[in-house]
């Protein structure tokens, strides 16, 4: 890549936003953000680094301090346009009245790309103009963006009609709300602004690209683990002479829901991180179903596939494991349900999600006289409620933009009658195939002799995680159940 690393400020009035933009852009939660004005009074550099190396950096300004004074001086000013910037910090580095000013127009001294924020719902005013009078002025290459607020789009037309006068370029971005294609999208445009910067911007998108494809196929590594942690799970004890063989399977069941509720929360941990959400907590709506338990049964009827597909794989499991051992199937005895062969195994397992939750009976298989075992768990819809919960935590993480902090968005997001219930209820016999194959694999521990049986399963993963990147597809949702 060019060793010119692009820099771009971001300006404009005080509280427009300017901090949020900047922390979006550069998925940085560390940029301070506030909703009192003048929380940003330094110039602070936020470099964005892919693979180690620096790619583009942003700078975040003070809001403008005096703008209308500045305006006039430099209506007056007889200098050059190369030397009007330096002449005015150096007019006016001692005055109190334009400390934050002098501030904001430092970066433009090296070269930076001007970005102008403001809050486009709010009416146009006069200060607005002398602020974009100025920028022109500078001759800084510059765009502007329209961060709104708020829902209001009364002054948009006003808005975008006078930065029309003003800058090279245009755009409407939500620094709260912003998705990463929003994010590459405005990105993309920013070499718009100059034609000397757009073959140098075009590699820092292309990095931004391959970072996040890099980032999804880390994605894929930890869901795999995951599963695989969750599905290959068994645990044995010994049942000595008169103990209560009710309470072991209990305690072995409580071991794997708790180790699954432990590993799933790892493993959010993870994701999160590698989205780069270090500081805050992306919370979930109050009326995701990411807040319900992992084995709670609004979890077990809402995500996961959908009976008749459940049938079709659990036929397909059943045949192929021989007989369904999944104490799941619990209330019938082992011997009849072999017999009944693998139509009734399916219906077992669609039918039985219930039982799966509802403590020892789902799995504690007498192996003989002496021994109890946990697991590896036949139930083959857990790996699609697995699936789910992860895709939706995927789509949670990579839409929270790094801006968002302090007010609630749920109205924003237009969740409230509806809700998110995954995404597998949506997929062909294919894809379920594959999951089928994946579960199979380590139902019959092919994991250490045959590495590869991850591949198909990876593949699927990191197309789905680029189709939901992208907004390619969308979950299902549900109404909303009344009780919550
Ligand atoms: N609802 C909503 N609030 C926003 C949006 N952008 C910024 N805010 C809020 O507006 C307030 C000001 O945001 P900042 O990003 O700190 O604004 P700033 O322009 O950097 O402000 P100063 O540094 O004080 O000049 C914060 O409370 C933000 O959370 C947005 O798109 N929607
Ligand atoms: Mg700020």
Redesign the pocket.
């Given at each position: 890549m060019n060793s010119i690393i692009p820099e771009f400020a971001?300006v404009?009035?005080?509280?427009?936003?300017?901090?949020?933009?900047?922390?979006t852009l550069a998925e940085d939660d560390s940029?301070?953000?506030?909703?009192?004005?003048?929380?940003?009074?330094e110039c602070q550099t936020f470099p964005v680094f892919i693979d180690g190396r620096e790619v583009v950096r942003f700078t975040?300004t003070?809001?403008f301090q005096n703008p209308r004074k500045t305006l006039q001086w430099i209506e007056k000013y007889e200098g050059s346009h190369e030397t009007l910037v330096r002449d005015f910090i150096d007019a006016h580095k001692d005055n109190s009245d334009f400390q934050d000013d002098c501030r904001l127009f430092e970066p433009l001294l090296r070269g930076a790309v001007i970005i102008f924020?403001v809050?486009g719902s709010r009416p146009l005013r006069n200060i607005d103009k002398a602020e974009m009078e100025i920028l022109r002025l500078t001759g800084c290459p510059r765009m502007a963006i329209i961060?709104?607020?708020?829902e209001d789009t009364a002054w948009l037309a006003e808005w975008q009609a006078e930065f029309r006068k003003h800058f090279n370029s245009i755009r409407i971005f939500?620094?709260?709300?912003a998705s990463y294609k929003e994010r590459i999208e405005l990105l993309k445009s920013l070499g718009a602004i100059d034609q000397e910067l757009q073959p140098i911007l075009s590699q820092v998108v292309a990095a931004f690209e391959e970072d996040w494809q890099e980032r999804n196929r880390q994605a894929v590594e930890l869901l795999l683990d995951l599963f695989e942690d969750g599905l290959d799970y068994s645990r044995s004890v010994t049942v000595k002479p008169g103990a209560d063989e009710e309470a072991l399977k209990e305690r072995l069941h409580r071991d794997f829901v708790e180790f699954l509720r432990r590993r799933e929360k790892k493993c959010h941990e993870q994701i999160q991180a590698l989205y780069k959400h270090n500081i805050f907590n992306c919370e979930l709506p109050s009326q995701s179903i990411l807040q319900e338990d992992l084995f709670s049964e609004k979890t077990w009827e809402f995500l996961g596939l959908s009976s008749s597909q459940l049938i079709v794989a659990g036929a397909l499991s059943g045949a192929a494991l021989g007989a369904i051992t999944d104490v799941a199937a619990a209330g019938l005895s082992f011997g009849i349900f072999s017999s009944l062969g693998a139509l009734l195994g399916a219906a077992g397992v669609a039918l039985k999600g219930q039982e799966f939750l509802s403590g020892s009976r789902f799995l504690g298989v007498t192996l003989d006289h002496h021994h109890l075992q946990m697991g590896p768990v036949k139930t083959i819809q857990l790996l699609f409620v697995l699936l789910d919960r992860q895709l939706l935590f995927y789509s949670h993480i990579i839409n929270w933009a790094h801006?968002?902090?302090?007010?609630d968005?749920q109205a924003?997001e237009g969740e409230n009658q509806l809700f998110k219930v995954g995404y597998t209820k949506d997929w062909d016999r294919r894809k379920v195939g594959i999951c089928e194959h994946f579960f199979k694999a380590l139902q019959n521990h092919e994991k250490s002799e045959d590495q590869d049986f991850r591949s198909p399963m990876a593949e699927l993963l990191r197309k789905t995680l680029h189709e939901i990147s992208s907004g390619s597809v969308q979950p299902f949702t549900s109404v909303l159940p009344s009780d919550r």
């Open positions: 971001v404009g009035h005080p509280n427009e936003g300017k901090s949020s933009v900047l922390s940029v301070r953000i506030s909703p009192l004005p003048g929380e940003t009074r975040d003070p809001g924020v809050d961060n709104c607020k708020s939500n620094s709260c709300q801006g968002r902090r302090d007010y968005m924003a």
